[in-house]
């Protein structure tokens, strides 16, 4: 018996390991990043260092038919699930099904046009669709710019009518105390909000985000604030609403002072969402309230903007929150989704959760506390002298890993490629206020200048990626400094009645069109997050051929600078690979993660504009990704090896 018993064993280890390398062969793409963990990894090694520059273009799937206007930027990322592409498309976000070996499409889904899809400001900002099989039924959510979220058959597109009404829910009746037109939405007076990434499923309850107007554009001190919806996966039934902004009687209510908790609003959920379906959490990010670089009239920490907050799945309540600025009038919202990963500190094994931030640093915590894995320290500040601001005295500086972007900006870290240049850039900053990270927004003549800014750091183009196999982070990051001028508000219009508003993020322009400070001005950064340390950090591209070619340039050494842009990338069982992201150069590219050398690079049709994705389709791995095409239109391009 124990030879039979033991050859049996033999057999079930070795149709196990069989059945290990199919599914790591040919997974699935089932979220915006790959997984509920947002890890942005595939375990797919079928392109390698070997052939990754025999890449071809399989097809180009083209946007430009999908919206009312030409020119509309396509945002989204593809899933991909049982043998389809499924994803969005221009300012209607018309849901689609794609063929993944053609590109051909299969079906579309389009919601009718209304007052609310026209007021929306985030018509193409949509990122995708999401997908659960509930009940054996599989479905495609969409949530759309009106603040709607309809239940689609993934394979005819149509609506699955026992989901909600008809197959829709409108999400602006489960907000909170206001009463929404079917069609037109809110009142003016009473605010605005719209939906900018994907819904989330997990243990059939699908969560929904949103967002609102750029703070930086608004000028009224009310708004709706962006609280946390979630329904039933199969039913559409209305489970929980988490407000952003707590309410009498809730944790937080009191770090609204002034009583704007009654009246103010924003926090929006705008970057797409994070779960752990075996802690039964969803990881949710949120960005400051109105209006972005003024917060008088809502004084205190303001929670819980700003934040990284834990929910449970069930029943919306806190489990922990951590907010990353207070009061926050820096712009410096969470953008990207976190990224969850095991790790092992010291010999301890940790569920981990990763947010990086525009301010240049990676925040790692305990996903089951809320605890920082290493040291969160609260520091002092510099203070505003605006009147009526009033900030939190000290910030949480993240002591480890260390920060992957500049911090901060003095005269050191000008230009300094010729003295000429230097001397110019000198000048320049005689007109701002420079200073530490934190750098306090000013009003007059005179605006400070904070770096990263408003579109520095970490952003959602390219965020991060991470791999659960060696615990190492990738985060694209770019060296944007922000200068925002303060005015009276009722220069902005008449009808303000917010005491301080911007035109928009502002900046300081170098000497003759060149950046104000130092390369590098994109990188890309490899963080073991085992240790904390950082491993390597690469420039992200090569040299824009407008500072190459500058003609006050020319003789000088300039190195590889990088492109000022985020790169938009992707981590496999065997490579990182990436895009220069928007504005760019039309290339793919692939390293090595250990080391950041770079193995290979091939040309794409146009920029890529958004994060890319991987699946294996009928024995063949494909990349796909968001690009500008040469025609200044937007479509999907899909790479893979020769036959």
Known sequence: MKPTLRAAALLAVAAALVTQTLTAQQPQWRYWGADAASTRYSPLDQIDASNFEQLEVAWIWRADNYSPSPGEMLRATPIYVDGTLYSVAGSRRTAVAIDPATGET?????????????????????KGVAYAEVGGRPTIYLVTPAFHMHALDPETGRKITSFGKGGSVDLFADLGHWDPHPTDGL?????????????????????????????????????????????????GEHLWTFNVIPQEGEFGNDTWENDAWKWTGNVSAWAPLSADPELGLVYVVTDPPPV???????????????SILALDVRTGERRWHFQTVHHDVWNYDNPTAPNLVDITVDGRDIKALVQVTKQGWAYVLDRETGEPVWPIEERPVPQSDVPGEKLSPTQPFVTRPAPFEMQGITEDDLIDYTPELRAEALEIVKDYRLGPLFNPPAAGEIPSIHCPGANGGAN??????????????????TRGCSAPRLFPGVERDSTANVDWVTYGPGGARGPQGLPLVKPPYGTITAIDLNTGDHIWQIPNGTTPDRIRNHPALVGVDLGNTGAATHATKLVTRTLLMYGEGRRGAPIFRAVDKMTGEELGAVELPGDTYTAPMTYMHEGRQYVAVAIRLPDGEYGLVALRLPE
């Open 292 to 306: 972005d670089y003024f917060g008088g009239f809502h004084p205190g920490d303001n929670l819980f903007a700003t």
């Open 106 to 126: 299969l079906w579309t889904f389009r919601e009718p046009p209304t007052k609310r899809w026209e007021d929306s400001m985030r018509k193409n900002y949509g």
């Open 460 to 477: 959602i183009p390219g965020g991060a990626a991470v791999d659960p196999e060696t615990g190492i982070l990738y985060v694209a990051s």
């Open 187 to 235: 009142p003016f007076e009473v605010g605005y909000i719209t939906n900018s990434s994907p819904p989330i499923v997990v243990n059939d309850v699908v969560v929904v985000g949103n967002s609102h107007e750029q703070g930086y554009y608004q000028y009224l001190q009310e708004n709706v604030p962006g609280n946390i919806l979630a329904y039933d996966a199969g039913t």
